[in-house]
């Protein structure tokens, strides 16, 4: 069955597809993939838009920053609904960089709105090794739609399982006190759920769809935090979680528990 673009990010995607063109140039760009819940279960209140853009040759400093500020004329915060635009996140891989692929791998530059304060102060992240490419890359090589290019199995290398777990291992290693997920809560919480989802299964799910598979195989005593996160994530319920700091950092602690302990058996 076709992917189907959405019809109401039409004209925000041809923006960015112009914003792209402008600061990379259409020649150097070998494909633009739209993925994650723009095109797998569907965009929910606040998602972002999702785009990978590999590239046939790095960009310089300079085509970085002008192309990191211009992408926030065509972006915005999440919640904005005013504005007709949903977040973008857009992330810049050289191919040079993938083939032979190693990980961590590395990217150009990742644009995203946690990041607008940074860039309209002037300060651009550099290039870096980024350990989550590599559910990145096998989350758009399972579904995405190339807006430029080809398929993305046809393109970007397939991620060793045993990267892959390295990337679920690396992510989960963050969060160890309550400041590594202060005002990222529902976030954090979906992510660990979509987590273990591929930790189990070996596939990438929508957070919603995630939270539900991880909702019936927890404990009943476990569930009302992931439950509150999945429905604020729908928008069925305001976000609370920020509020309720003893109950999430309990819920966050046995959940990375839980994959540890699962991780170690697996040895």
Known sequence: MPILLPHDI??????????????????????????????????????????????QEAPDEAARAALMRALLAVSAPAGEAASGRRPLEVTVLALP?????????RRELQFGEWLREELEAGRVEPPMAD??????????????MALRGPEASALLPAVPPADLRQALQDTVAQWNAPADWAGDERNVVLALARIHFTAATGGIAPKDVAAAWWLERLPAAHRAVLADARAAYLGLKP???????????????????????????SR
């Not at 960089?97 to 791998?105: C, G, K, R, S, T």
């Not at 350990?131 to 995405?144: G, Y």
């Not at 976000?239 to 302990?261: F, Q, T």
Request: charged share 20%.
């Open 97 to 105: 960089a993938l083939h032979p692929w190693q990980y961590p791998a």
């Open 239 to 265: 976000d609370d979680l920020g509020r309720r700091p003893d109950e999430v950092e309990a819920w966050i602690r046995h959940a990375c528990a839980a994959l540890r302990s699962a991780w170690a058996a």
């Open 10 to 55: 039409t004209a925000q995607l041809d923006a960015a597809l112009a914003v792209l063109d402008a600061h990379l140039g259409p020649a150097r760009i070998a494909a633009v993939h739209l993925f994650g819940s723009a095109i797998d279960g569907g965009l929910k209140p606040r998602s972002d838009i999702d785009l990978l853009v590999s590239v």
């Open 131 to 144: 350990p989550d490419l590599a559910v990145l890359l096998t989350q758009a090589r399972q579904k995405s």
